[in-house]
């Protein structure tokens, strides 16, 4: 879990977020994100990593490649049954939001926000596997 300025984009953070589990043993997964990470640097990045991923591409993506004609390439691949199962990632943040200090962020610090936002992580973790 990385912390950042509320007011600062999400696709930034998905790179330093995936290093973060590099090396750690985690098993292969599949990323399942919004539009918001169909940049193309995105993608490209996710090749280089070989990660697996679902992302639909963003209306004005759409328009440009296909403006370019044949030199626009091809769509990225897109499978809507397995974007179906995103919802699960909104879920998991909507259980999040229902701890009161993590949706409002009344804390000062934010080492202190991040701490709530583990023990908050760790709590429903808990409750879901046991």
Do not use: C
């Not at 090749?47 to 679902?54: A, G, N, S, Y």
């Not at 403006?67 to 809507?80: C, T």
């Amino acid at each position: 879990m990385l912390l950042t300025a509320g007011q600062a984009g999400d696709n930034p953070m998905l790179v330093p977020l995936l290093e973060t589990l590099d090396g750690t043993g985690t098993s292969r997964f599949r990323l399942l994100a919004d539009k918001a990470y169909s940049h193309p640097s995105t993608r490209e990045k996710l090749r280089q990593l070989r990660i697996p991923h679902t992302i639909p591409e963003r209306s004005d993506q759409l328009k440009h490649r296909k403006k370019r004609g044949r030199l626009g390439g091809r769509p990225p691949g897109f499978d809507p049954e397995i974007y179906r199962e995103r919802n699960t990632v909104e879920r998991g943040f909507n259980r999040l939001k229902q701890w009161r200090g993590v949706a409002t962020r009344y804390d000062k610090y934010a080492l202190t926000y991040y701490g709530g936002v583990l023990l908050a992580a760790t709590i429903i973790t808990y409750r879901v596997r046991h």
